[in-house]
């Protein structure tokens, strides 16, 4: 079985610049989250994936956008990049039979990617 | 709105001094309080789930406990190597998916 996989690990970019992160989900898991994580902080919900379709979202503009693809594989991109945007970004997978139910399951991240905007 | 409020915010302890950490909630429709443990710039790694109140779970020197309104994380006779940042999530009914994390606990375990 294998976990969620991240690229880039890190990477710098400038101000006004575009990114575009990768994420591959566990093996069997349909359902793809973001987070954001800014030093000394808890993550931060971006947005949720299930069967390529964004079906949540969090307090983040829409130059924050993201895709899933038929194999359950993510990305996420930004757009006009600006300092605030620095975090280590994460991307977690879960079971989206488990969306339905009363009881939510977790979670699983991957080691994420670390952005610097300069 | 739906909140998490970790304490402490850093915590040191001696190897084998027995501590807890607390998480405090208040959420609409709890349906999952989850703890993570984090390393230094990696991903958060899945710990326990619980769902309702009295409910416990153990994983060697972690037990974490569940009320309506916090829970506990208990390490029983810390190891250096349990030296990391702890997280507490839950998940609400808010509609969104999403997942409401705390700051985290950081943990340093001296020899």
């Known amino acids: 079985e294998t976990g969620v996989t991240q690229s880039p690990t890190h990477l710098i970019k400038t101000r006004g610049q575009q990114v575009t992160l990768r994420c591959s989900s566990q093996?069997?898991?349909?359902?793809v989250s973001w987070y954001q994580q800014a030093l000394g902080q808890g993550p931060q919900f971006i947005f949720q994936?299930?069967?390529?379709?964004?079906?949540g979202r969090g307090n983040f503009p829409p130059r924050f956008s993201g895709l899933q693809f038929p194999n359950y594989s993510s990305e996420l991109n930004v757009n006009a990049l600006e300092l605030d945007d620095s975090a280590l970004y994460l991307c977690?997978?879960?079971?989206?039979?488990?969306?339905?139910?009363?009881?939510?399951?977790?979670?699983?991240f991957g080691e994420g990617s670390r952005l610097t905007v300069l | 709105e739906d909140q998490v409020t970790q304490s402490p915010e850093a915590l040191r302890l001696q190897e084998g001094e027995s501590s807890s950490l607390n998480c405090s909630y208040t959420v609409s429709g709890l349906r999952g309080l989850f703890w993570y443990r984090q390393d230094p710039g990696k991903g958060p790694e899945f710990l326990f789930t619980?769902?309702?109140a009295g409910e416990e779970k153990e994983k060697e020197r972690l037990k974490a406990t569940l009320t309506k309104k916090e829970s506990f994380l208990h390490i029983t006779a810390p190891k250096p190597e349990d030296s990391a940042t702890y997280l507490c999530a839950v998940r609400g009914n808010s509609g969104t998916y999403k997942y409401i994390f705390g700051t985290g606990t950081r943990l340093k375990v001296l020899a």
């Open positions: 093996s069997g898991h349909n359902t």
């Open positions: 994936y299930y069967r390529e379709e964004e079906n």
């Open positions: 619980l769902y309702s």
């Open positions: 977690a997978s879960s079971s989206g039979k488990r969306q339905g139910l009363k009881n939510a399951g977790e979670l699983f």
